[in-house]
């Protein structure tokens, strides 16, 4: 039996948060899936600088929901953003587990 596949999903503002549920994850034997870019500075992150390179991003990161077992969303404080909606809305049309950092449902 093959290891529960998860998907990272929320906002790279919180890499800590990122981070911090890889580690977890992967050390309860999951395979984790999560985002390419690490830095959250509009100068430096092709999310925020470069709007062709955050369309090919979010883009690629359904395509991880829809490989994934489960989505677990790092909703820090509540926060939601538009992409992680979105990404939430994939998973839901795809019968897909969620599962929340904080509490149990959408906070925005």
Known sequence: MRPKIVC???STRFMEAFQKANREE???GNIVLTVEIVAYDGATD???A???EK???D???LRKIELA???LVLNVGGYIGESTKREIEH???LGKRIRWLEGEGEKC
Request: net charge neutral.
């Open 50 to 52: 470069n709007p062709e």
């Open 59 to 61: 883009e690629l990161h």
């Open 26 to 28: 992967s050390l309860k």
């Open 46 to 48: 092709p999310q925020r």
């Open 8 to 10: 990272l999903c929320g």
């Open 55 to 57: 369309r090919i991003l």
């Open 69 to 71: 077992d489960e989505i």
């Open 91 to 93: 998973a839901k049309s």
